[in-house]
């Protein structure tokens, strides 16, 4: 496939741009950037066993088998990382006569409707991720999709033993061959080292896919997961995998951020786990704009700007609205957001590239390719003593007093010093008198309402003379083996303590056994404790974003013999803040990828409704809409058939 040199170019100004503005202030570097083509020449093919090929157990139709699959066109050298895709619910089916959409399946009769082709949605990403050595398959769902709701957990087992098929079928293409495409991936595919990506529901899918996975054995080696926008319904909880969740600020579908359960639940859940996790939050994204077939510039029918057309009032928000002066994303820059974070994480836990583990953690900013520097990335290291040592995990009132390493924990003039979102009795809601959706850490789960969220300090403070400290006890106090000094923060807006539209700032000062100290204020290093943007429905919204400080900036003080991490709030005359996961930490530098040992044993055909696509090689373009009016659908046209529903403010069933 031929590349278009004018792509590099824009590459190049780019870099030059994202080298001189980030929000990573201390850490100014040219970084790596994973959404830049590679040296290889792709292929797009697709196979098509039928829209009703599949029977899922619990599931009440059946569903379809098909796929969109980038390649490197030269598979010498293998075998390669198998990428799988899902998206999420969306409407299925459209009439080519006048675009009415439909969630139904199959889409009959075939003279008037037409599938509405999400799984192409992402095509973008992977033929990023096939030029440097990927194979990546995106999966079809509407058949889940037009049924799920009748079935309790809202087609989540459904969608994993879709995943879990589609994977038995690349066992087959990589041992004895198959239709469509004969013996091409014989022996090209890596199955010990997959990698799962799902958008919305199916972010909440390709989690439950890694359970079902473990379940029957693990007979596939998934390496890493990412959930783009998810639900999180069932609160599963998955460890010792890579996990990226993320989280667009204006999604207005899944609207009370309600995946980053999967990180929250997930961070102390299995003592020893090796496996990092991220959240990745992208000031100014929705929740379509990461599908071209859900962005109405691209693909007409069925599409929506969600926080426009979901959210009431939405349009009139200062921060993700359209007003003059609005800090929405275009579809263009969101679309760039999610190929340099799903490119840079599946390239370095998949590929063990190690340049992109830096973007992943914090220590670097968004390469150039994310178009926006507006993105806040939470990092939480392995559970192993090299990576991550926990100075006070703030999990219940014991923490309040005496933290997780043992040392003494005292603060003065922050009130009222409480611990609130987590276990019982801490109070359920950080923020009591705010809708859930603007407090994702605490938003409750569909089918798991009882299951409480992230346990915060919640404090603040009228003098700048508060503090608040945390001791380190002998044994404890070597920190010269880390890179940073790490926690999570969120300004509360809810406080009338914290003026409005104003970030807040605070000093971190460590101090040795000599009482030596060191300061570094936090806006030097980061600007994670902004005051959080939007007046509408479910914004503000308060996440708690990591706030990392390199070790290297506190010059002064006995790194070996660290006596106590002091929060001093000297910085402004008041404010208050939500605070979580204390900690010294580690990046990850690399990861083990275990060698494929797959045999053909139990691999099968489709035994019905085999109809095939004939693998093509083709220069990747954009699907255009085809046979379509020029009529953009109004909210109103959108839901007058039975499509998914309107995410109101605080909805748990996107």
Known sequence: MKRNPRGYFLSLVLLLFFGICHNQIATAQVVADPGVPGPREVTRAEYNFGATALIPAEFPVPIELQASVHYPTDLSGGPFPLIIFLHGRHVT????????????????????????????????????????????????????????NQVF????????????????????????????????????????????????????????????????????????????????????????????????YCDGDVSDLQGVHFFDDARYNVPGD?????????????????????????????????????????????????????QRLTAAQQRGTGLAYIAGFFRAYLGNEAEFFPMLTGAAPPPPSAQTNRIFVSY???????????????????????????????????????LCGGEAPQPPLCLPLQPNSRQPHTTPSARAPGRRGLSQLRGGWTSTSAFYRNDLPEGSRDASGFQALQFRAAVNFSDARNPPDVDQDLSIVLIDGA??????????????????????????????????????????????????????FDQLSSGALLISDIAFANGVES???????????????????TEFASSRRIAYRQRAPYGFTNKRLTAADFWKKPAKQKAQAGSVLP
């Open 93 to 148: 089916c459209y009439d080519r006569t006048n675009n009415d959409v439909y969630l139904k399946w199959p889409c009959l009769p075939r003279q008037i409707l037409e599938d509405i082709p999400s799984y192409e949605g992402y095509d973008y990403i992977a033929e990023v991720l096939a030029s440097h050595g990927y194979i990546v398959a995106s999966i079809g769902a509407n058949g889940i999709n037009a049924r799920d």
């Open 153 to 248: 957990d809202l087609g989540m087992l459904a969608r994993a033993i879709l995943l879990q098929r589609h994977l038995d079928l690349w066992r087959e293409f990589t041992t004895t061959g198959g239709a469509p495409f004969g013996d091409t991936f014989v022996g090209k595919v890596d199955l010990n080292n997959v990698g799962t990506m799902g958008h919305s529901r199916g972010g909440e899918g390709v989690v439950r896919h890694y359970v079902y996975n473990a379940e029957q054995g693990s007979p596939y080696g998934i390496k890493a997961v990412m959930a783009l926008a998810p639900v999180d319904f069932n609160r599963f909880v998955i460890n010792n995998v890579p996990l990226g969740v993320i989280l667009p």
């Open 274 to 326: 090796t496996a990092p996790k991220h959240t990745i939050l992208v000031k100014g994204a929705n929740h379509n704009f990461y599908n071209t077939v859900w962005t109405p510039s691209i693909f007409e029918p069925g599409s929506a700007d969600d926080w426009l057309e979901f959210v009431p009032g939405g349009p009139t928000d200062s921060f993700c609205g359209s007003v003059p002066g609005n």
């Open 380 to 418: 939480h290291a392995p559970d192993l003593p090299n990576l991550r040592r926990d100075v006070n995990r703030l999990l219940d009132f014991t923490n309040l007093t005496i933290n997780t390493l043992g040392g003494i924990v005292a603060q003065s003039g922050f009130t009222p010093y409480d």
């Open 515 to 568: 009482g030596n100290t060191a300061s570094g204020r936090i806006s030097d290093f980061s600007q994670a404790l902004y005051y959080p943007p939007g007046r509408i429905g479910p914004v503000p919204k308060v996440v708690l974003n990591m706030v990392r400080l390199p070790l290297s900036a506190f010059t002064g003080v006995d790194l070996t013999d660290v006596r106590s991490i002091q929060f001093n």
């Open 591 to 609: 990861v083990t990828v275990a060698p494929a040992a797959f045999t053909s044993a139990g691999a099968t055909s489709p035994a019905n409704n």
